[in-house]
Nanobody, 121 residues
Framework: QAQLVESGGGLVQAGGSLRLSCAAS????????MGWYRQTPGKQRKLVAS???????NYADSVKGRFTISRDNAKNTVYLQMASLKPEDTAVYYC???????????????WGQGTQVTVSS
């Protein structure tokens, strides 16, 4: 089993920046894709950004040019640098990782507990 622990959320004014971190731990031999989703009350969880083990990245149109995803494979950690934040970025942000315990194991998706990001106008 893998555990994901997020940090870095909080309250920031519009135009400000925040950096989210998510560290994976537990019985993991390898991680493929890592990413961030966000969710607001009554809405579906939506992809914000993802990064593959090859460092290929994918971003939601709403955050392109403002958010940057990166990862440190040695630390099994993914980051989300958020800049030029807008009130509509307010949400609970969830980290996700696709990982496996052994090289012969099946891949499984894991989720963090979520961290609140609030952007005030």
């Amino acid at each position: 089993q893998a555990q994901l622990v997020e940090s870095g959320g909080g309250l920031v004014q519009a135009g400000g920046s925040l950096r989210l971190s998510c560290a994976a731990s537990g019985s993991i031999s390898s991680i493929s894709t890592m990413g961030w989703y966000r969710q607001t009350p009554g809405k579906q969880r939506k992809l914000v950004a993802s990064i593959r083990s090859s460092d290929n990245t994918n971003y939601a149109d709403s955050v392109k040019g403002r958010f940057t995803i990166s990862r440190d494979n040695a630390k099994n950690t993914v980051y989300l640098q958020m800049a030029s934040l807008k009130p509509e970025d307010t949400a609970v942000y969830y980290c996700t990782a696709t990982a496996r315990r052994y090289y012969w194991s099946s891949w499984a998706d894991y989720w963090g507990q979520g961290t609140q990001v609030t952007v005030s106008s």
